[in-house]
Protein backbone atom coordinates (compact mmCIF):
# COMPACT_ATOMS: atom_id res chain seq x y z
CA UNK A 1 0.00 0.00 0.00
CA UNK A 2 1.18 3.88 -0.56
CA UNK A 3 1.76 5.55 2.59
CA UNK A 4 3.38 8.46 3.95
CA UNK A 5 4.87 8.30 7.75
CA UNK A 6 5.84 11.01 10.40
CA UNK A 7 7.42 9.21 12.83
CA UNK A 8 6.90 12.13 15.59
CA UNK A 9 4.11 13.58 16.47
CA UNK A 10 5.84 16.71 18.38
CA UNK A 11 9.02 18.30 17.97
CA UNK A 12 10.76 20.82 20.21
CA UNK A 13 13.65 23.06 19.51
CA UNK A 14 15.57 26.07 20.65
CA UNK A 15 15.50 28.85 18.11
CA UNK A 16 18.38 29.38 16.80
CA UNK A 17 18.74 25.39 16.70
CA UNK A 18 18.96 23.54 13.40
CA UNK A 19 15.46 21.61 13.09
CA UNK A 20 14.50 18.35 11.07
CA UNK A 21 10.84 17.09 10.32
CA UNK A 22 11.38 13.45 9.69
CA UNK A 23 8.91 11.62 6.71
CA UNK A 24 9.00 8.15 5.42
CA UNK A 25 7.36 7.01 2.35
CA UNK A 26 5.83 4.11 0.84
CA UNK A 27 5.22 3.87 -2.93
CA UNK A 28 5.70 2.28 -6.07
CA UNK A 29 7.62 4.00 -8.64
CA UNK A 30 9.23 7.43 -8.56
CA UNK A 31 7.83 9.19 -5.88
CA UNK A 32 6.64 13.03 -6.15
CA UNK A 33 6.93 14.55 -2.74
CA UNK A 34 5.64 17.74 -0.93
CA UNK A 35 5.49 19.36 2.08
CA UNK A 36 3.20 21.86 3.51
CA UNK A 37 3.09 23.75 6.95
CA UNK A 38 -0.51 24.58 8.95
CA UNK A 39 -1.03 27.69 11.12
CA UNK A 40 -3.48 27.73 13.46
CA UNK A 41 -6.89 28.70 11.72
CA UNK A 42 -5.45 28.50 8.12
CA UNK A 43 -4.99 26.56 5.45
CA UNK A 44 -2.41 24.19 4.36
CA UNK A 45 0.64 26.22 2.66
CA UNK A 46 3.15 24.92 0.24
CA UNK A 47 6.63 24.70 1.33
CA UNK A 48 8.37 22.79 -1.40
CA UNK A 49 8.61 19.58 -3.75
CA UNK A 50 10.75 16.67 -5.13
CA UNK A 51 9.75 15.48 -8.39
CA UNK A 52 13.09 15.17 -10.04
CA UNK A 53 16.43 15.97 -9.74
CA UNK A 54 18.63 17.60 -7.24
CA UNK A 55 18.26 15.42 -3.82
CA UNK A 56 18.27 19.09 -1.75
CA UNK A 57 15.10 20.99 -2.58
CA UNK A 58 14.93 24.49 -1.30
CA UNK A 59 11.63 26.02 -0.38
CA UNK A 60 10.24 29.04 0.94
CA UNK A 61 11.04 30.47 4.58
CA UNK A 62 14.48 29.10 4.44
CA UNK A 63 13.51 25.59 4.71
CA UNK A 64 14.96 22.63 2.11
CA UNK A 65 14.27 19.00 2.19
CA UNK A 66 16.58 16.26 1.60
CA UNK A 67 15.34 13.20 -0.66
CA UNK A 68 16.62 10.06 0.03
CA UNK A 69 16.08 7.18 -2.80
CA UNK A 70 17.83 3.78 -0.52
CA UNK A 71 16.14 5.33 3.02
CA UNK A 72 12.84 6.44 1.42
CA UNK A 73 12.77 9.78 3.22
CA UNK A 74 12.20 13.06 2.65
CA UNK A 75 13.11 14.78 5.70
CA UNK A 76 12.37 18.60 6.32
CA UNK A 77 15.28 20.91 6.92
CA UNK A 78 16.11 24.32 8.29
CA UNK A 79 19.94 25.42 9.62
CA UNK A 80 18.07 27.94 12.51
CA UNK A 81 14.79 27.89 13.94
CA UNK A 82 12.44 30.87 14.13
CA UNK A 83 9.35 30.81 17.36
CA UNK A 84 7.48 31.90 13.94
CA UNK A 85 7.99 28.01 12.55
CA UNK A 86 6.07 26.82 15.15
CA UNK A 87 3.06 25.08 13.50
CA UNK A 88 1.83 21.89 11.99
CA UNK A 89 3.98 20.33 9.22
CA UNK A 90 2.70 17.85 6.61
CA UNK A 91 4.50 15.57 4.44
CA UNK A 92 2.49 13.87 1.49
CA UNK A 93 3.08 11.83 -1.29
CA UNK A 94 1.12 11.93 -4.72
CA UNK A 95 -0.09 8.88 -6.58
CA UNK A 96 0.39 10.36 -9.65
CA UNK A 97 -1.12 7.01 -11.50
CA UNK A 98 -4.53 8.50 -9.12
CA UNK A 99 -5.09 11.69 -11.16
CA UNK A 100 -2.36 13.27 -8.95
CA UNK A 101 -4.14 12.83 -5.35
CA UNK A 102 -1.85 13.49 -2.54
CA UNK A 103 -1.84 11.16 0.29
CA UNK A 104 -0.52 13.37 3.65
CA UNK A 105 1.30 11.98 6.61
CA UNK A 106 -0.50 12.43 10.09
CA UNK A 107 1.51 15.86 10.49
CA UNK A 108 3.87 16.92 13.03
CA UNK A 109 4.07 19.86 15.17
CA UNK A 110 6.82 21.93 15.87
CA UNK A 111 7.63 23.84 18.69
CA UNK A 112 10.46 26.58 18.55
CA UNK A 113 11.25 28.19 22.24
CA UNK A 114 12.80 31.57 22.49
CA UNK B 1 -4.04 37.05 -6.88
CA UNK B 2 -7.11 35.34 -4.46
CA UNK B 3 -6.55 32.37 -2.79
CA UNK B 4 -8.71 29.97 -2.62
CA UNK B 5 -11.89 31.53 -0.86
CA UNK B 6 -14.27 29.33 1.53
CA UNK B 7 -17.15 30.46 3.02
CA UNK B 8 -18.67 30.32 5.72
CA UNK B 9 -15.44 30.43 7.44
CA UNK B 10 -17.61 28.92 11.09
CA UNK B 11 -20.76 26.81 10.50
CA UNK B 12 -22.48 25.51 13.60
CA UNK B 13 -25.81 24.21 13.41
CA UNK B 14 -28.06 21.69 14.59
CA UNK B 15 -28.42 18.34 13.88
CA UNK B 16 -30.84 16.94 11.16
CA UNK B 17 -29.61 20.19 9.39
CA UNK B 18 -28.60 20.54 6.13
CA UNK B 19 -25.14 22.06 5.72
CA UNK B 20 -23.58 23.91 2.33
CA UNK B 21 -19.80 24.84 2.56
CA UNK B 22 -18.88 26.73 -0.42
CA UNK B 23 -15.26 27.27 -2.59
CA UNK B 24 -14.47 29.40 -5.06
CA UNK B 25 -10.83 28.03 -6.81
CA UNK B 26 -8.19 30.13 -8.06
CA UNK B 27 -9.13 31.01 -11.43
CA UNK B 28 -7.21 28.96 -13.99
CA UNK B 29 -6.91 26.06 -12.02
CA UNK B 30 -8.58 22.92 -13.65
CA UNK B 31 -8.57 20.59 -10.15
CA UNK B 32 -10.28 20.96 -7.19
CA UNK B 33 -10.24 19.01 -3.86
CA UNK B 34 -12.25 18.72 -0.96
CA UNK B 35 -10.41 17.46 2.14
CA UNK B 36 -11.77 17.07 6.12
CA UNK B 37 -9.61 17.47 8.76
CA UNK B 38 -9.84 15.91 12.54
CA UNK B 39 -7.77 15.27 15.29
CA UNK B 40 -8.71 11.89 14.92
CA UNK B 41 -8.52 11.15 10.91
CA UNK B 42 -5.88 13.64 10.50
CA UNK B 43 -6.90 15.03 6.95
CA UNK B 44 -8.57 13.03 4.55
CA UNK B 45 -9.61 13.28 1.13
CA UNK B 46 -13.24 13.34 0.22
CA UNK B 47 -13.66 13.98 -3.68
CA UNK B 48 -11.94 16.14 -6.08
CA UNK B 49 -12.72 17.25 -9.65
CA UNK B 50 -11.26 18.01 -12.98
CA UNK B 51 -12.49 20.55 -15.55
CA UNK B 52 -15.82 20.23 -13.42
CA UNK B 53 -15.62 16.34 -13.63
CA UNK B 54 -16.41 14.79 -10.64
CA UNK B 55 -13.31 11.88 -10.29
CA UNK B 56 -13.18 9.94 -7.55
CA UNK B 57 -15.44 10.09 -4.54
CA UNK B 58 -14.15 7.25 -2.96
CA UNK B 59 -13.40 9.67 0.39
CA UNK B 60 -16.88 10.34 0.19
CA UNK B 61 -18.15 9.25 3.92
CA UNK B 62 -21.87 8.48 3.10
CA UNK B 63 -24.90 9.23 1.08
CA UNK B 64 -25.40 12.15 3.23
CA UNK B 65 -22.88 13.54 1.85
CA UNK B 66 -22.74 15.19 -1.94
CA UNK B 67 -20.49 17.76 -3.76
CA UNK B 68 -21.02 19.19 -7.46
CA UNK B 69 -18.85 21.90 -9.08
CA UNK B 70 -21.61 23.66 -11.69
CA UNK B 71 -19.02 25.83 -13.38
CA UNK B 72 -15.23 26.52 -13.33
CA UNK B 73 -15.61 28.90 -10.44
CA UNK B 74 -17.51 27.44 -7.94
CA UNK B 75 -18.23 24.11 -5.84
CA UNK B 76 -20.14 22.72 -2.93
CA UNK B 77 -20.04 20.27 -0.57
CA UNK B 78 -23.37 19.50 1.01
CA UNK B 79 -24.00 17.22 3.77
CA UNK B 80 -27.93 16.40 4.63
CA UNK B 81 -28.78 15.44 7.03
CA UNK B 82 -25.43 16.63 9.42
CA UNK B 83 -24.74 14.53 12.56
CA UNK B 84 -22.51 15.27 15.49
CA UNK B 85 -19.71 12.99 13.90
CA UNK B 86 -19.32 15.24 10.88
CA UNK B 87 -17.93 18.17 13.34
CA UNK B 88 -14.53 18.95 11.45
CA UNK B 89 -12.72 21.80 9.59
CA UNK B 90 -13.22 21.40 5.77
CA UNK B 91 -10.56 22.24 3.32
CA UNK B 92 -10.98 22.86 -0.31
CA UNK B 93 -7.96 22.90 -2.93
CA UNK B 94 -7.08 23.87 -6.18
CA UNK B 95 -4.45 23.07 -8.41
CA UNK B 96 -3.44 23.72 -12.44
CA UNK B 97 -2.50 20.93 -14.34
CA UNK B 98 -0.76 17.50 -13.37
CA UNK B 99 0.24 15.91 -9.60
CA UNK B 100 4.04 17.75 -9.78
CA UNK B 101 2.04 20.73 -9.15
CA UNK B 102 1.04 21.77 -5.77
CA UNK B 103 -2.22 22.50 -4.13
CA UNK B 104 -3.45 25.71 -2.79
CA UNK B 105 -6.13 25.18 -0.13
CA UNK B 106 -8.75 28.10 1.48
CA UNK B 107 -8.79 28.79 5.05
CA UNK B 108 -11.43 26.17 5.65
CA UNK B 109 -15.14 25.58 7.24
CA UNK B 110 -15.19 24.77 10.97
CA UNK B 111 -18.27 22.99 11.09
CA UNK B 112 -19.78 22.26 14.25
CA UNK B 113 -22.77 20.08 14.46
CA UNK B 114 -24.89 20.07 17.78
Known amino acids: AQSVAQPEDQVNVAEGNPLTVKCTYS??????LFWYVQYPNRGLQFLLK??????LVKGSYGFEAEFNKSQTSFHLKKPSALVSDSALYFC????????????FGQGTELSVKP | DAGVIQSPRHEVTEMGQEVTLRCKPI?????LFWYRQTMMRGLELLIY????????DSGMPEDRFSAKMPNASFSTLKIQPSEPRDSAVYFC????????????FGDGTRLSIL
Open chain 2, 49 to 56: FNNNVPID
Open chain 2, 27 to 31: SGHDY
Open chain 1, 27 to 32: VSGNPY
Open chain 1, 50 to 55: YITGDN
Open chain 2, 93 to 104: ASRRGGGNQPQH
Open chain 1, 92 to 103: AVVLYNQGGKLI
